[in-house]
């Protein structure tokens, strides 16, 4: 029994991370203090992969206290810090702030010390920071259209999906005896969900330094996709993007929120404290959260309405395993493994695209993007952009129609892209010229170029 339950842990934590770990020097850290702001002009970007890491102190930290052990090589570090990609020049028009993924817990079972550390390196959530610089961070890659953008990653170590605010003191269930691990036991470490503090602080630098963006992407992948989705209204109105006319965006990779119908969504928003931290929710469904009755569909149409202009990209597969996995941990508990009857391919694909029709009933600007098979999350991989979806399209391609189109106005006409020119890298035929909603000044001072329509992607277009 044992030997099956770790390995079905395997699949809510493995994939969720981005795996290249870069090298750093005292150089490229930065810590936070009363006398030192890390501005990011005065940063020093790492040789390896350009970045910096930022440790910004205060009331941030990871889900455990320090502890290595000897024997499951689980391993916990409290101590919290993020990661900055300078573009490298005095351009700071593009933003993109990318949640790290790393699994999850789901209650006072697998939300506790003992668990996890018995469970080792099948751990069902990271408790590390880490730092990466694999995926759309890394600017080695050819054909990343991230590579010349400013980014600002945030590892993810507490396993409330980035939102957290809650203390929980040490639990066990008794169900850590039969993996065999006492080492583990009766240690009293007390489980920290502090995402949202995290996120906070990070926010709080991200703002100080950017201010003022022309493109600000909110990306995530795994978890972290799930923290993307929460704080996009928060984010938006931080920065401003409505007045400033600023074009937001959310790339959501690989996680949706499929949760069984009778354990909604807002029951893990209340285990983990989040249901009244700022995320820009109104109050009926901040009432409704606490009430543990929100689902996902509502708590998301809630940010969706809050910040209307926003365009969402979600990336999927449409027989995702590690969120099928998820699924089967929230309905039947960690009692439940090894999940030998996991929610079928087919089910889980109609209700995660439930979930997103309905999304597309308050939006417009909601694009999918879904991939044959069970793989779970696409951003981390070196060839992310090659992946192709039902639809036959390129991901790279759909990323490149969704984030970097014409600007709707442009001063000097000569910079200012032709709808032929803008549709022809996105296969997109000239035969829809008439159903765009394309208009040049007559007298080319200034020239108008609604480039929504390429989030057609594939079937229909798209006119907003």
């Known amino acids: ?91 700071k028009s593009k933003l993109m702030l ?71 003191a040490a639990y066990e269930s008794g169900i850590e005896v039969l993996l065999g691990n006492s080492q583990c036991l009766g240690l009293d470490y007390a489980m920290h969900m502090n995402g949202y503090n995290n996120t906070m602080a990070v926010l709080d630098w991200a703002l100080e330094n950017y201010p003022d963006v022309d493109n600000l992407i909110v990306g995530g992948e795994s978890a972290g996709s799930l923290g993307a989705q929460v704080h996009s209204a928060k984010i938006a109105e931080m920065w401003d993007v409505d007045a400033k006319d600023t074009r937001f965006s959310v790339l959501a990779d690989s996680y949706v929120g499929v949760v069984p119908e009778e354990h909604p969504a807002a029951e893990l928003l209340v285990y983990y404290g989040a249901c009244t931290n700022d995320f820009g929710l109104s109050e009926d469904i901040v009432a409704a959260c606490e009430a543990g009755t929100a689902t996902t569909i509502e708590m998301i149409d809630a940010l969706l309405e809050a910040q209307p202009d926003g365009n969402w990209l979600f990336i999927d597969s449409k027989g995702d395993k590690t969120q099928r996995y998820f699924y089967a941990l929230v309905d039947e508990g960690i009692l439940g493994y090894p999940f030998s009857d996991l929610i079928s391919e087919a089910d889980f694909f109609s209700n995660m695209s439930t979930i997103l029709d309905a999304y597309r009933k308050v939006s417009s600007r909601i694009t999918t993007f879904y991939v044959e098979g069970t793989k779970h999350v696409f951003l981390a991989d070196s060839n992310f952009t090659s992946y192709e979806s039902d639809a036959g399209l390129l991901l790279g391609d759909v990323i490149n129609a969704c984030y970097t189109w014409c600007n709707h106005e442009n001063a000097n006409c000569d910079n200012c892209y032709t709808w032929q020119h803008c549709v022809s890298k996105f296969h997109i035929s000239s035969e829809y010229d008439n159903r765009a909603n394309v208009t040049f000044w007559h007298n080319c001072t200034k020239c108008y170029n609604d480039i929504s329509a390429p989030r057609m992607l594939g079937v229909e277009m798209i006119t907003l």
């Open 1 to 91: 029994m044992v030997f099956r339950f770790l390995n079905a842990t395997v699949l809510l934590a493995a994939t969720a991370i981005f795996t290249s770990v870069p090298i750093t020097t005292s150089e490229s850290i930065c810590t936070l203090s009363d006398s030192e702001s890390c501005a990011v002009d005065t940063l020093t970007p790492s040789d390896d992969d350009g970045s910096v890491l930022i440790y910004p102190g205060g009331n941030t930290r990871c889900a455990f206290d320090d502890y290595t052990d000897p024997t499951t090589t689980f391993s916990t570090n409290s101590t919290y810090f993020f990661q900055v990609f300078p573009n490298g020049g005095s351009d």
């Open 98 to 168: 990318f949640f790290q993924g790393g699994g999850a817990c789901a209650d006072e079972d697998t939300c506790a010390f003992g668990l996890q550390c018995s469970l080792g390196a099948s751990a069902t959530f990271t408790t590390v920071a880490t730092a990466s610089s694999a995926g759309v961070l890394d600017r080695t890659i050819s054909d990343n259209m991230f590579k010349d953008w400013n980014i600002v990653f945030i590892p993810y170590c507490t396993g409330d999906i980035h939102i957290g605010n809650r203390v929980t």
